[in-house]
């Protein structure tokens, strides 16, 4: 339940109230996942994101050779921003419902860490870099590090460098239902012509394990090699996970459907071309 | 803080809590078309807003975030009670049933519209991704869509594509106006927490956090001492009155086997003690003052466990037969434990609590063994089927006041005479003259309102403190203490000749209906009631027995068992035909029922008595699974390019009943007013299926004028004449007859005061339209009528009393095909193709009785693929939420989804119509089961048909 209220209108604000106010304050971007009955018994004062005016999509601003999106960029507005990666805007529909895109933000998806949010491991797959802001200043982050520190500073920007627009990728969510709970998120992305030996490959699995969703010994034997048999692509990724079981699905499951999926986004990156 | 926006155009500054839910504070303002179906999920969309233009859910909002916003709800669309076009396009394209989504749906059309004025079907699919409608079913929404882009440009575009049935009727078989669309459809105030005055208390449940205990000590001494604590009630205070919550006709033949609270409980969500305080923020503070210690008992989970040797008794209770007392009863008693309290049976159901047995029927026609010894093939196969929830979009509700002395219970119920008779009982035998039951609209019943849930106890202390009382179900009550479909577990037997002709057919079912015996004999009877008669063999069996456990409570859920049943023997039906090398479809056709068949096994399926023998007085199966089978093209097989994915095809033939022969009785009345129209004032409970539209075609067909001419209000225990409740698929057939009664008798009185007019004899008048009797010499209008009648020198006003009861069961069927694609490597499947092809007679209202196919199907769609309650093995349930739940949403519609009306003329439903609605329920799980057979070869045996249980069956899976 948000007690109190703030919403300022420069950063410099923000920072000062959140450095202040420390743990018992919580940005509010949307509130999706805030303002959500699941989250209404924590108590903290909110500061919101709306007046500071980071919703901007800008390419090749502030010095940054590719693409700067603002955190409180809605789903929606991502998906409609014909600059944005198709990649990206295709993981921002994987968010099927629309009322829901309409708050939810970019900044606020990565931010809240759930197990499989829906542009984690496509923006990995981009190679995306985060502006973090706090009272220290500002520092720039790779998202994979940003997900294992786990920082409790603002989000200011997230930065596409440019060689990632060069960069194909794959992707699938898997799900019952389109609005139902997502059971694994894969994205899978590299380098190179179509077709041609795989280059620089990216390998990011959601729902297989809590942090670290790269598969980086699945990334080094793909490199510089030709696309694999998808049986032996499978086998790898089959090692490489572990999930644990829940009551909704089996590890078996899991470790099948990751490597399945990798696999199927690999074909799919393989062959893309936009 | 004050917030200052734009409501609907109009600036507002409003005081508010920074944290308030916006939702809640938009209702506090009197804007009561925001509603909630997630408590703040965010899953329903029910509390859609627009903000800034651009849907959002209100419940997701706080309200410090809507400073200098635009925020337009459905109200702002209401220029001089005008409907948009929207609006009107949604009730004439019959998508508006129970309407408790509607004014979402508007929202987020009229957003849609505003940014593409001609948009795609995935346009539109995008548009309502975050509407949960649990009614319709979506497909219409396209129809509505195209016609409210017509309508902007031309407001009197008229609605196409609707189909017409019936010749010579001017509204029967016709599309119309829904009657309580328009107030659906503008989010005026209709359902029950649209009522509930300032001050009223609000009832909150403690619930028990263990599947199967005892309460050893309960202190609430804490809690009631919290001031704005009115009254807490526990099991030390309650009444010693034991009764059954299943909204069935009385005698019932569910055993009285529960007071109000009691010391044990027996599911997770069980009650522990009712809080009365001024608020909810009062009561959840009690709640956490009351000290409760539990003996923990072992839970006992499935019907397997329950019949175990030596299985913990759920009910050991002490046996008492109001009728039929079996002999042994006395020694039988001697065994029970006074701690477990009673069971009263109205009449015996063969129980036997002792070993956990709630209820039990066996019965036959023929000699199964026999049949299946003189059979060439043999088939034995087990299906079972997990727990679903009706998730109505309004949950359970419940609001009672006093008015004087009397009793007023504003309820959200499919049977508002059921419900006061067992209030009355409740209250301790006060007379039923003292209780008012006002059936509000209800946002969803399907079964689950076919049961006293919580009327009972806001009845109650409502009545012992005086003070109104309002209680609402949390989501998560909604799935652990209100209905369920029937855990089932059903043996099938098959034998049939090398030619496909049945020898052979039993079905074994076995039960599990948790903790309280609601329907406990009659959901699993349905069963085999609406799945035996659809195949003509001379040998037919059937053993029931169910079981009590420490589940989430069961009980009704549209299709009363017979989606289990159907997708048990239709699936063996199938799996016979492989066996015999013959095409699904060709076996079928082969034993299926045919209009004039006696249906012999009816016998021995009374809902606890004596059953009747029925002939079959209209069939439609033929042209259903003709057409179907063109519309699918049967026997050619698909490809979908993709090597990993498989196209499927498959079939099952269904049927219901319409309403309960000998059991059911509905009554209507109507009353000329001052200008020759009409009020009618129909028992029927219409839940958004349409009924007080069909109750008022019936009138308006037999009298001869306008739709506009017949104001319906029903169910009402104090305006309107009894009716059984909607269940049982009674809704057209009983209580639209009670209307057509009533008009018709309203017609002979019409016709012998003309006569008097005219001077001429009643025989040789008739009623022509509008409005008018036409004589030989002469004409007088109903208005003329009702100034003579209401004079001071005239007989009185016009009325007349229709009642309507019968032993004729006419039998609605249909016939569902669709093709799935099945990924062999990912178990996905996906529905392509879904065709459901129904007889329900005449279809009174097409494009409603079409949307209660589309709904049914796609609710049963969600069975069959995604929905499933999962219960930890400690009996709570883990997924007590919409999302969490899986229910299908607009995303999971096939891609083509056609519902289509094979009428036939039955000679025994008024103007020729059978039930619609749950038959609807039947097909989706055979039919999806054996496309995926057909796509990859392997049968499911158990829904829903998850990827990992597809991945097992093929193997992929260990
Ligand atoms: C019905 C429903 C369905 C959903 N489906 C999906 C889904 O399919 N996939 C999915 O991934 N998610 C889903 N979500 C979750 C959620 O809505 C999204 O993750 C969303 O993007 C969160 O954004 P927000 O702006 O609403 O965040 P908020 O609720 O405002 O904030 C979420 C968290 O992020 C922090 N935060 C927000 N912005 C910043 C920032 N710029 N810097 C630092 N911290 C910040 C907040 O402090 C908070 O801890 C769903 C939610 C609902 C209610
Ligand atoms: S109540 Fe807001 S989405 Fe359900
Ligand atoms: S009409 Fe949509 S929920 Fe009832």
Known sequence: MIREFHRPVTLRDALELKARLGGGARYLAGGTELNAISARAAEFTAIALDGLGLGAVAEGADGVDGLRLGPTLTLQELIDAPAVPPALREAAAHVANRNIRNGATLGGNLAARRACAALVPVLLALEADLLLCDATGERRLPLA???????????????????????????????????????????????????????????????????????????????GHALPVRAVLEGWVREAVAPAADPFASAELKRHLAAVLVADCLARAAQRED | MLIAFTLNGAPRRISAEPGE??????????????????????????????????????????????????VTTV????????????????????????????????????????????????????ALSGTFCRCTGYEQVYGAVEL??????????????????????????????????????????????????????????????????RIARIDASAARALPGVVYILTHENCPDIYYNQAGQGFPEPSPYDRKLLSAKVRHVGDRVAAVLAESREIAEAAIRLIAVEYEVLTPVLTADAAKAPGAPLIHNSRLEYVVGAPPGLAADNAHADP???????????????????????????????????????????????????????????????MDGDRLIIHASTQVPWHLRRIVARLLGGVSESRIRVIKERVGGGFGAKQDIVLEEVAAYLTWITGRPVFQRFTREEEFIASRTRHVMKIRVRLGA??????????????????????????????????????????????????????????????????????????TAVAELAEQLGMDPLALLEKNRVREGAMLEILRCLGEGREGVAQRVSSCGLGPCLERGAAALRWGVREESGDPDVAIGKGVAIIQQGSGLPGLDSANAEIKMLGDGTFVLLAGGADLGTGLDTVAAKMAAETLCTDLEAIAVLS???????????????????????????????????????????????????????????????????????????????????????????????????????????VNRRTGEVKVLKYHALQDCGTPINPELALGQIYGGVLKTIGHSLYEEMVLDGKGRCLNPTLRDYQVPMIHEVPEVFRAELVATDDPFGPFGAKSVSEISCNGAAPAIANAIHDAVGVWLREWPFTPERILRALGTLA
């Open chain 2, 497 to 570: 000749k090398r030619d496909g002709t049945l020898t052979a057919v039993h079905l074994d079912l076995t039960a599990n209906t948790g903790p309280y015996g609601s329907h406990c004999l009659t959901v699993p009877m349905n069963a085999c009631s609406k799945a035996l008669p659809l195949f003509l063999c001379d040998n037919m069996g059937f053993r029931v027995e169910t079981y009590y456990s420490n589940i989430p409570p069961t009980g009704a859920y549209q299709g009363y068992g017979a989606p289990q049943g159907s997708f048990a023997l239709q």
């Open chain 2, 339 to 401: 701690r477990d309290g009673r069971i009263i049976y109205q009449f015996p159901i063969h129980a036997d609590p002792r070993r956990n047995l709630a209820a039990s029927v066996s019965g036959g026609i023929g000699d199964v063994e026999r049949g299946l010894a003189a059979a060439d093939v043999v088939l034995e196969r087990e299906y079972s089927t997990s727990q679903v929830q009706c998730t109505p979009v309004e949950p359970h509700v419940v609001y009672t006041r």
């Open chain 2, 148 to 213: 409210a882009r017509r309508r902007r440009l031309d407001p009197a575009a008229a609605v196409e594509d609707i189909p017409e049935f019936k010749n010579g009727t001017r509204v029967i078989g016709k599309a119309a106006r829904k009657v309580d669309g328009p107030k659906l459809a503008r989010g005026e105030k209709a359902f029950v927490e649209d009522m509930v005055a300032p001050g009223t208390c609000v009832l909150v449940m403690l619930r028990s956090p263990h599947a199967h205990a």
């Open chain 1, 145 to 223: 590090d940003f997900r294992r520190e786990r920082p409790d500073a603002l989000i200011t920007a997230i930065l596409l460098p440019a060689a990632a627009r060069a960069r194909r990728v794959g992707l699938r969510r898997f799900a019952r239902t389109a609005n139902g709970p997502t059971l694994l998120s894969v994205a899978v992305s590299c380098l190179g012509a179509p077709d041609a030996r795989v280059q620089s490959p990216i390998v990011a699995v959601a729902g297989v394990a809590a942090d670290s969703l790269r598969l980086t010994g699945v990334e080094r034997r793909l490199q």
């Open chain 2, 21 to 70: 839910c916006v939702l809640d504070l938009l209702r506090r303002e009197g804007i009561t078309s925001v509603r909630n179906g997630c408590d703040g999920e965010g899953a329903c969309g029910a509390c859609a807003i627009l903000l800034d233009g651009k849907p959002v859910n209100s419940c997701l909002l706080v309200a410090a975030q809507l400073e200098g916003r635009t």
């Open chain 2, 715 to 821: 169910a009402d225990t104090d305006v309107t004449p009894f009716d059984k409740g909607a269940y049982a698929s009674s809704g057209t057939y009983f209580s639209g007859a009670a209307a057509l009664n009533a008009a018709t008798a309203m017609k002979a009185r019409i016709l012998a005061v003309a006569g008097e007019m005219l001077g001429e004899a009643p025989e040789g008048l008739a009623l022509v339209h509008p409005a008018t009797v036409q004589g030989k010499g002469g004409s007088v209008t109903y208005a003329a009528i009702a100034n003579r009648t209401q004079g001071g020198t005239g007989c009185g006003q016009l009325a007349a009393t229709g009642h309507f009861t019968t032993d004729k069961a006419s039998i609605p069927y249909g016939a569902h095909f669709c093709s799935v694609a």
């Open chain 2, 75 to 126: 109200d702002a669309l209401a220029r001089a009670r005008a409907l948009s076009p929207v609006q009107s396009a949604l009730i004439d394209a019959g998508i508006v049933q129970c309407g408790y989504c509607t004014p979402a749906m508007v929202l987020a059309l009229e957003s849609l519209l505003g940014r593409t004025p001609d948009p795609s079907r995935a346009a539109i699919r995008d």
